[in-house]
């Protein structure tokens, strides 16, 4: 199985997301009583919230590859030789 690089942007979206969802289906539910406005100031604070993260996690990344020796590579980085 081939690993993918780790992305908290999308992480921090689908967990606020989730929220909003979970808020929706409380009301839906009968649980509490939720304002049909209420979710979008969620939704926006964890979208805005998810791109700094992203671009936090981007720039580190970026930083970290920049710092690396160019041979440096070895069998655990996620690289693969060409043949």
Do not use: Q
């Not at 009968?30 to 700094?52: M, R, S």
Request: with cysteine.
């Amino acid at each position: 199985m081939l690993r993918h690089e780790f992305k908290p942007g999308r992480l921090v979206a689908g967990l606020f997301l989730a929220l909003a969802g979970l808020v929706y289906a409380g009301d839906a539910g009968g649980l509490w009583e939720t304002p049909w406005f209420a979710v979008f100031p969620l939704v926006t604070v964890g979208l805005c919230l998810a791109a700094v993260t992203g671009s936090l996690a981007h720039g580190i990344r970026r930083h970290r590859r920049r710092e690396r020796p160019a041979g440096a590579g070895g069998a655990g980085d996620g690289t693969r030789a060409r043949v």
